[in-house]
C-alpha cells in the first residue's frame, strides 16, 4: 500500500499551473549541473588524450538524465487543495509528504514573483505559521490569479472582517 | 476605565529613576566581557595589547554608564507603564500591564549584596523583552510585579475564572520543591560535570593555545620518567591503576555534576496560579520568573538509563514567544522540573493540561515490523567500517560483527517500548529503551500536520505523522509518530488535521 501522489483520490485537488512546467525543470536541472565540471576537468587533467571524455560523457549524461526526471516529478507530483478549514499540500515522487495548514493557524501569507515568473505570469505562495518547520511553507508554480485568491481565501476569519477604516 | 481616564492617572504619578546604585550594574555589565581577560592579565601579568585595548574601552564606558542611568525614567500608571530612555536619540515606551506576560527578576550575587534586582518586562510579541530595567531597589520591583498581576486579574475576568475552575487547590498552588536530597540525587545522575569539565578545558585551551601544549608534554615527560616504574609493576597493576585513574575522574566529575546542581537548583519552587506557572531558582544568581499558561506549547519528559534507577525525571516545556532569542533573554524552552518522580510530573502537567489527559491511559503500538527499520539502518552502515577493518585485520575485523546481534536486540526493545496515543486531545510519542523520552502536546497548540513516506516507509507499507508546534527546540525530540501503517497514520493525520481545523 503506498501513498499515491499521482492518482488522488478526489476531483479537488489541482496540479501547478502548467506554465510553470519549465521553469521547473530548469531551475531543478542547474544544480544537477554542477558536478559535470569536476568531472570534465579532472579526467581530462589526469588521463591522456581524450580518454578523459570517457568518464565524462556518462557522467554528464546521467546528471542531465536525473535532473530532468527529478524536474519533471517536480510539477508532476504536486497537488494542492483548498478546503473549509485550510489547505492541503502533496508533493514528491520518492519522499512523499502531504501538508495541512489550518486557516486559522496562518499567520500571514507573502506572493512573490520573481522576473522569470512575471513573464509567464506565475507566482510563488509563501504560507507563514507560528510553527517551527511550517513558518514559511513556500510553493512556487502557482498562477498569478490564483495565488491571489487563495491568499484572499487563506486569511485567516478574524482577521478578514478588519476594514480598513 | 477609558483611555482619558487612564491618561490622567499615568500623569498623576511621579516620574520615578532607577535604583541609585543603577550605574554599578550597567557598568558591570558592559565590564562583563572584558573581566576574564582582565583577571587573567592582573594574576598572571601576562596577555598582550588586546586586553589594554578592552581596558581603555571599559575607561570610556563609565561615564556612559552614569549617564545612562540619568537618562533612565519610568513611571507606572493606573494600568501602564512609561519608560523614557536614552541619551541621544530619547526612546518613549508605553507598556500596558495586560500585555504584559512575564515580569522576570533575576538577581546576582552582585545584586542580592545590594538588594536590587534586574527586572525584565515581557511581552508575547517581539524577539527581545520589550523593558529591561537595570536596576529596581528590591520592594520597588516587587511592588511592580504585584502591580502588573492585579492588572491582569481586573482586565480579564473571564479567562481568570475558567483557568481557576481547572485548578483544585487554589490561586496558588506549589507544585515542585527540591531539597537538598533531591539536589544531591539530581547531581548524581546528571552528566553536566563532564560537560562543564569539557567546555572549561575548550576555553582554556582557546585562551591560551600554550597551555595545551605545556599540559601534554608534561603529562608526556611525567610518563617517560616513570616508564621504567610503571613496566616494573605488571600487567595486572597496571590495568588497576589506570581503573582508580578512571575512577577517580568519575567521581571528580559527579562531585562537579552535584555542586552544578546545588549552585543551579537551590531552592528551586514551582507553583501555579491561575495564570501561569512561576518558577524560582538559583544560590547565587536567582532566577524569578512566571510562564503564562497560554504561552505553553509542547512537552517533553525524559528519563535516561541512572534515572530510572532513582525513579526520577525531567520536565520541559516549549514556550511561545521569543522566537530566536537566547535563553538568556526570553526563555524559549523551560525546564519545569530537574528531576522530579512520577507522581511530581502528573502534578505538574495536570495542572496544565485538561484533566485526565496524561499519563496517558493506553499507548498504541507503531507498526509490527518496525523494530527492522530500527535495525536494517545502522546494520547496514556498520557493514562500511567491517569491510575496512578487514581490508586491514584480515579475519579478525569480522569480529565487528558480532554487534549485529545486539543491534538487532536492541531495535526490539526500542519497537516494544515505542507508541503513540491520541486522546482526551493530547497527542503523546514515546520512544527510547535505554534512555526514554515522551514528547506530548495539546492538539489544539499544532500549528501544521504533516503525512510523510519515504522509499524505505513505502516498502514496508509505514507512514510518518508529524505535528509541528510553534518553538520547537532543535534538541528536544520531534513530535512525530514514526513507523505506523499507512491507513492508521492517515486516519491519524485525517484527525489531527479535523481537530485543527476547527
Given at each position: 500500500m503506498t ?5 488522488p483520490?478526489?476531483?479537488?485537488w489541482?496540479?501547478l499551473?502548467p ?11 542547474l544544480?544537477?549541473?554542477i ?5 570534465t ?5 589526469l588521463?591522456?588524450?581524450w580518454?578523459?571524455l ?7 549524461l546521467?546528471?542531465l ?13 504536486t ?12 508533493k514528491?515522487?520518492?519522499w ?6 489550518p ?8 506572493i ?9 505570469g506565475?507566482?510563488t ?16 508554480g502557482f498562477?498569478?490569479e ?7 481565501a487563506?486569511?485567516p ?9 | ?19 541609585p ?24 601579568g601576562r596577555g ?14 563609565v561615564?556612559l ?5 540619568y ?17 541621544l536619540?530619547?526612546?518613549?515606551r ?22 536590587v534586582?534586574?527586572?525584565?518586562l515581557?511581552?508575547g ?10 536596576v ?6 516587587e ?5 502588573v ?14 483557568a ?15 531539597d ?5 540525587k539530581?547531581?548524581?545522575?546528571s ?5 562543564l ?10 585562551f591560551?593555545?600554550?597551555?595545551a ?17 610503571l613496566?616494573?609493576l605488571g ?10 585513574v578512571?575512577?577517580?575522574a ?9 555542586v ?6 537551590h ?17 547565587l ?6 510562564l ?11 528519563q ?21 532569542v ?14 522530579a ?10 495542572a496544565v ?6 499519563p ?9 515490523n518496525?523494530w ?21 585485520l ?5 569480529l565487528?560483527l558480532?554487534?549485529h ?6 531495535s526490539?526493545?526500542w519497537a ?7 486522546a ?20 489544539r497548540?499544532?500549528q ?8 524505505f516507509?513505502?516498502r514496508?507499507?509505514?507512514?510518518t505523522?508529524?505535528?509541528d ?11 512525530a509518530?514514526?513507523y505506523?501503517?499507512l ?5 491519524l ?5 479535523a481537530?485543527?481545523?476547527?
Amino acid at each position: 500500500m503506498t501513498l499515491d501522489a499521482q492518482t488522488p483520490d478526489s476531483p479537488e485537488w489541482h496540479r501547478l499551473d502548467p506554465a510553470a512546467r519549465p521553469l521547473m525543470r530548469i531551475s531543478t536541472v542547474l544544480p544537477f549541473l554542477i558536478p559535470i565540471v569536476p568531472a570534465t576537468v579532472l579526467p581530462l587533467t589526469l588521463m591522456p588524450g581524450w580518454w578523459g571524455l570517457s568518464v565524462t560523457l556518462p557522467v554528464a549524461l546521467a546528471c542531465l538524465g536525473l535532473g530532468l526526471v527529478v524536474g519533471h516529478n517536480r510539477w508532476w507530483c504536486t497537488f494542492w487543495r483548498l478546503e473549509d478549514g485550510g489547505f492541503r499540500l502533496r508533493k514528491g515522487r520518492w519522499w512523499r509528504t502531504e501538508v495541512f495548514v489550518p486557516r486559522s493557524r496562518v499567520q500571514h501569507l507573502d506572493i512573490h514573483n520573481g522576473p522569470l515568473e512575471r513573464a509567464r505570469g506565475l507566482a510563488t505562495l509563501v504560507i507563514h505559521t507560528a510553527g517551527t518547520q511550517s513558518h514559511a511553507l513556500k510553493q512556487a508554480g502557482f498562477r498569478q490569479e490564483t495565488a491571489t485568491r487563495l491568499r484572499d481565501a487563506l486569511i485567516p476569519e478574524h482577521r478578514r472582517d478588519d476594514s480598513a477604516l | 476605565m477609558t483611555t482619558a481616564h487612564s491618561e490622567a492617572a499615568t500623569a498623576a504619578t511621579p516620574e520615578q529613576r532607577l535604583h541609585p546604585l543603577s550605574w554599578l550594574f550597567e557598568l558591570f555589565n558592559v565590564l562583563k566581557q572584558f573581566i576574564v581577560p582582565l583577571l587573567f592579565l592582573l594574576f598572571t601579568g601576562r596577555g598582550d595589547r588586546y586586553e589594554f585595548w578592552g581596558l581603555l574601552a571599559a575607561g570610556v564606558m563609565v561615564p556612559l554608564a552614569l549617564a545612562r542611568y540619568y537618562s533612565f525614567r519610568y513611571r507606572i500608571g493606573a494600568d501602564r507603564i512609561v519608560i523614557r530612555s536614552g541619551l541621544l536619540q530619547r526612546t518613549v515606551r508605553d507598556i500596558a500591564f495586560t500585555r504584559i506576560q512575564n515580569v522576570s527578576l533575576h538577581r546576582s550575587p552582585l545584586h542580592r549584596l545590594m538588594g536590587v534586582a534586574e527586572v525584565r518586562l515581557e511581552t508575547g510579541g517581539g524577539d527581545k523583552e520589550e523593558g529591561r530595567m537595570r536596576v529596581l531597589g528590591l520592594p520597588e520591583a516587587e511592588r511592580l510585579r504585584q502591580l502588573v498581576r492585579s492588572g491582569e486579574t481586573e482586565m480579564r475576568p473571564t479567562e481568570a475564572s475558567t483557568a481557576e475552575a481547572a485548578i483544585d487547590g487554589g490561586p496558588d498552588t506549589p507544585l515542585l520543591q527540591l531539597d537538598w536530597r533531591e539536589l544531591l540525587k539530581l547531581g548524581l545522575v546528571s552528566n553536566k560535570g563532564m560537560v562543564l569539565v569539557a567546555a572549561g578545558l575548550g576555553a582554556a585551551f582557546q585562551f591560551d593555545q600554550g597551555l595545551a601544549r605545556a599540559t601534554l608534554n608534561r603529562a608526556a615527560g611525567w610518563l617517560w620518567d616513570h616508564g621504567s616504574e610503571l613496566t616494573a609493576l605488571g600487567p595486572v597493576r597496571y590495568v588497576l591503576a589506570g581503573l582508580l585513574v578512571l575512577l577517580a575522574a568519575f567521581v571528580a566529575l559527579r562531585l562537579i555534576s552535584v555542586v552544578q546542581a546545588f549552585l543551579h537548583y537551590h531552592g528551586f519552587n514551582l507553583r501555579a496560579d491561575r495564570h501561569r506557572l512561576s518558577l524560582a531558582r538559583g544560590l547565587l544568581n536567582r532566577f524569578e520568573g512566571a510562564l503564562p499558561r497560554t504561552r505553553i506549547q509542547a512537552w517533553t519528559l525524559r528519563q535516561s538509563w541512572l534515572q530510572r534507577r532513582v525513579a526520577r525525571f525531567d520536565l520541559r516545556v516549549d514556550a511561545a514567544g521569543g522566537k530566536n532569542v537566547k535563553s538568556e533573554n526570553m526563555e524559549a524552552h523551560w525546564q519545569l522540573a530537574p528531576i522530579a518522580d512520577a507522581g511530581h510530573i502528573a502534578g505538574i502537567v495536570d495542572a496544565v493540561l485538561p484533566a485526565g489527559a496524561w499519563p496517558v491511559q493506553r499507548w498504541r503500538p507503531l507498526h509490527a515490523n518496525a523494530w527492522q527499520r530500527e535495525f536494517k539502518a545502522p546494520a547496514l552502515f556498520l557493514l562500511i567500517p567491517t569491510a575496512i577493518l578487514v581490508y586491514w585485520l584480515q579475519a579478525w575485523g569480522l569480529l565487528l560483527l558480532l554487534s549485529h546481534p545486539w543491534l538487532w536486540f536492541q531495535s526490539k526493545q526500542w519497537a516494544k517500548h515505542a507508541g503513540y496515543s491520541y486522546a482526551n486531545g493530547l497527542i503523546a510519542v514515546r520512544e527510547g529503551w535505554i534512555g526514554k523520552t515522551w514528547r506530548f502536546a495539546e492538539v489544539r497548540k499544532v500549528q501544521a500536520v504533516y503525512l510523510k513516506q519515504s522509499p524505505f516507509d513505502r516498502r514496508h507499507g509505514m507512514a510518518t505523522v508529524f505535528c509541528d508546534t510553534v518553538n520547537a527546540g532543535s534538541l528536544e525530540p520531534p513530535l512525530a509518530v514514526r513507523y505506523l501503517p499507512l491507513a492508521e497514520a492517515q486516519a491519524l493525520h485525517a484527525a489531527i488535521a479535523a481537530a485543527i481545523a476547527e
